[in-house]
T-cell receptor
Framework: ETGVTQTPRHLVMGMTNKKSLKCEQH?????MYWYKQSAKKPLELMFV???????ENNSVPSRFSPECPNSSHLFLHLHTLQPEDSALYLC?????????????FGPGTRLTVL | GNSVTQMEGPVTLSEEAFLTINCTYT??????LFWYVQYPGEGLQLLLK?????DKGSNKGFEATYRKETTSFHLEKGSVQVSDSAVYFC???????????FGKGTMLLVSP
């Protein structure tokens, strides 16, 4: 399988649940990203990892916890979310961090928080 | 700071019509400029890009020219198809920054 994959594609969870989103890239890239896409808002960058090290955290609430065990995998752990966290969560990767390299996106996980 | 402004959508066209989606940006220096497209149920994918002034990016019949004097990167296509229906995002990358600054996206709806 090539490109960037994300699982699950859809997730419904209650406010007290704990769940995780998974992203895997098969492109040999060194940088990975989590974005949040809400209706009628620009894409919001949440986290950036470069060579498995978190290099950016854009004021994201602690109920979102990223993990990057290796350069091919990225997780987003979710706990005690709020209904306003319902959105499409997109993972992306690029060859390097800070260069104008093309970012390749996964299909996203559609999250609904009840 | 850096910012990207796109025209509000949706843009509704008939098949074979001419398309223009406006994009203007604010940034110092010479950012790289991108158009990404998001088809229904999918993530974003790069459509075209330009890295310096007067460059023209093109792909799948779409074109955009990097205009430094007007800080614009308008997307055009001479004859749209139903399969072009999607959301189009203009974005910039400023050297030294980690990632892209996106516009809010413009939905394009093409009817037969």
């Amino acid at each position: 399988e090539t490109g960037v994959t994300q699982t699950p594609r859809h997730l419904v969870m209650g406010m007290t649940n704990k769940k995780s989103l998974k992203c895997e890239q098969h492109l040999g890239h060194n940088a990975m990203y989590w974005y949040k896409q809400s209706a009628k808002k620009p894409l919001e960058l949440m986290f950036v990892y470069s060579l498995e090290e978190r290099v950016e955290n854009n004021s994201v609430p602690s109920r979102f916890s990223p993990e990057c065990p290796n350069s091919s995998h990225l997780f987003l752990h979710l706990h005690t979310l709020q209904p306003e966290d319902s959105a499409l969560y997109l993972c992306a990767s690029s060859r390097t961090y800070r260069g104008a390299d093309t970012q390749y996106f996964g299909p996203g996980t559609r999250l609904t928080v009840l | 700071g850096n910012s990207v402004t796109q025209m509000e959508g949706p843009v509704t066209l008939s098949e074979e019509a001419f398309l223009t989606i406006n994009c203007t940006y604010t940034a110092t220096g010479y950012p790289s400029l991108f158009w990404y497209v998001q088809y229904p149920g999918e993530g974003l994918q790069l459509l075209l890009k330009a890295t310096k002034a007067d460059d023209k990016g093109s792909n799948k019949g779409f074109e955009a020219t990097y205009r430094k004097e007007t800080t614009s990167f308008h997307l055009e296509k001479g004859s749209v198809q139903v399969s072009d229906s999607a959301v189009y995002f203009c974005a910039l990358h400023k050297s030294g920054y980690s990632t892209l600054t996106f516009g809010k996206g413009t939905m394009l709806l093409v009817s037969p």
